[in-house]
């Protein structure tokens, strides 16, 4: 009867990256063997240790979850207590509720993740092509930003004979909206109600 399991087993931290795949590729293969079932493996690396081993500070540590026969868990601790490179290993058994639910978390991520990833792929996002010229879309943060708008002042003149300088300097100048983003608004000092205070 299968059952859930977690290995946990720390290496010795001087360990390649080959004899890593290689004592991976060993369990992998006894679980292949035995018809059981590698569900995860969670790589951490090279970690510090609570307390000297073999005069080691630190060691690699590799954490797999698995549904193992009993014989698969006997043949795969026989092969971590042979291995040189192994300090420790544990075998745990896990509560099946517990798993089963974290495998029905994992298995809901997975699927929004690809429905994500397809409604992505139905419509894709192509810059919008006007007149020769490719317009990029707005950023979020260009949207976020607060827009206040100046009034310019107008000059008035009494004097109706103008000049084609004067027309040209009297000619109202279009509105501009200076841009300000939320961090601006923030930072930007209080505005000064009394200035009579300030100087006294």
């Known amino acids: ?38 569900v995860k493996v969670n790589q951490w690396g090279r970690r510090r240790l609570a307390y000297p081993i073999d005069r080691h500070r630190d060691g690699y540590y590799i954490f797999i979850d698995m549904i193992l026969t009993p014989e698969a868990v006997a043949e795969i601790e026989r092969t971590l207590r042979v291995s040189e490179i192994v300090f420790r290993h544990m075998m745990k058994r896990r509560d099946p509720k517990a798993a089963q639910k974290e495998r ?79 961090e601006e608004i923030e930072s930007a000092p209080p505005a000064i109600e009394n200035p009579e205070a300030i100087e006294a």
């Open 1 to 38: 009867m299968s059952r859930d399991y977690e290995l946990g087993f720390i290496l010795n931290p001087e360990v390649s990256e080959d004899e890593i795949r290689s004592i991976l590729g060993r369990i992998e293969q006894i679980v292949a063997n035995y018809g059981s079932q590698i």
């Open 104 to 182: 029905e978390a994992h298995a809901a991520a997975a699927a929004a993740q690809a429905e994500a990833a397809a409604r992505q792929a139905e419509t894709p996002a192509t810059p919008i092509e006007a007149e020769g010229q490719t317009e990029t879309p707005v950023p979020v943060e260009a949207a976020s930003r607060v827009e206040i708008p100046v009034t310019p002042v107008e000059a008035e003149s009494p004097v109706k004979d103008k000049t084609e300088a004067e027309e040209v300097a009297a000619t109202p100048i279009a509105e501009e909206a200076v841009v300000l983003s939320p």
